[in-house]
């Protein structure tokens, strides 16, 4: 499992940070052998919407390697969206089987096509903005459209993030995460907040 984290200048990083601390502990639990990551961005430097500056340990990776991708959002999505080099950058991760947005980084996933006749949530703020790129914006916390994943604003990221480890492993492991995280508010195999659709469901 290689995963992809993208970063970029203006991102909210709590959209990150609550999914990277959740898939993480794939590795340090040892669920799956061979698991990586990288930060990925088109500098070296980024800087997030309240000034915090992180260095990327790759810059503008071809992302076909991955077999996971992951976007988050921030207010920067609204006009990164139309910026054609991210958007081709992004555009090298079409062949990647897993990619998950949180917030507005689904925009970002919607400008480079990967929306297109899926099912998408973000920011309860962007509903409108997502509309155009996919086949159904779902107003609910976590939608799983086969291997897309979409969450919604900000904290979402943290029930995401366990989610995708759920779906990747199972109950038992992804309450170890919990614990581990001491976060009690997921309910593991339960889905009354979470749209999902697709074969592999």
Not at 88 to 114: M, N, Q, R
Not at 138 to 156: E, M, N, P, Q
């Amino acid at each position: 499992m290689k995963m992809a984290f993208i970063l970029f200048d203006g991102m909210t990083t709590l959209d990150f940070t609550g999914f990277y601390e959740a898939i993480t502990w794939l590795k340090i639990l040892g669920a799956q052998q061979d698991v990586s990551w990288d930060f990925c961005a088109m500098n070296n430097e980024i800087t997030d919407d309240r000034g915090l500056t992180m260095k990327a340990n790759l810059v503008s990776p071809h992302l076909s390697s991955y077999d996971l991708l992951f976007v988050p959002g921030g207010f920067a999505t609204r006009s990164l969206r139309f910026d054609s080099d991210f958007v081709a950058w992004l555009l090298t991760a079409a062949d990647v089987p897993i990619k998950i947005s949180v917030c507005t980084g689904a925009l970002l996933l919607g400008a480079a096509g990967f929306l297109h006749g899926r099912r998408a949530t973000t920011n309860p703020s962007a509903y409108e903005l997502l509309t155009p790129y996919c086949a159904e914006v779902v107003h609910t916390r976590i939608v799983k459209d086969g291997s897309l994943f979409t969450g919604g604003g900000v904290s979402a990221s943290i029930d995401l993030g366990l989610f995708v480890v759920e779906a990747l492993t199972n109950i038992s492991f992804v309450q170890q995460v919990q614990l581990k995280m001491d976060y009690p508010y997921y309910r593991a195999g339960e889905y009354s907040e979470i749209s999902t659709k697709g074969s592999d469901s």
